[in-house]
């Protein structure tokens, strides 16, 4: 099942509906166009919980799934901590895998 969030996260990635990178993640949150957030499972606890209050605060999904070097691999980037998904259909796909609430 890990593999075919990966692979739906590439897809994302090149159709141009995937942000990545703390800044860029945190951006997209407080901007409303991230839809679903993914942080790493070995993402440090205070990324984890900076993450989880903002997605919370502006009422975005979260979820803790798997580990930076793949997350960054999945979207042909180097280690990524966060990755949102701006895509309301990749956004759906994904929550339904991760069996997300949407």
């Known amino acids: 099942m890990d593999e075919k969030i990966y692979s739906l996260l ?9 942000v990545s990178g703390e800044f860029s993640v ?3 949150i407080k901007s409303g166009t991230a ?12 990324t984890k ?24 691999h999945a979207i042909g980037k180097e280690v990524r901590t966060s ?6 259909g990749f956004a759906k796909s994904l929550c339904e895998k991760l069996e997300l609430q949407l």
């Open 10 to 18: 590439g897809l994302c990635q090149k159709a141009g509906k995937l």
């Open 26 to 28: 945190e951006n997209a």
């Open 35 to 46: 839809l679903v957030v993914l942080i790493s499972l070995d993402a440090s606890e205070n």
């Open 49 to 72: 919980k900076k993450f989880h209050d903002k997605c919370d605060f502006y009422n975005v999904k979260v979820a803790d799934f798997g580990s930076k070097e793949k997350l960054g």
């Open 83 to 88: 990755v949102a998904v701006t895509d309301a």
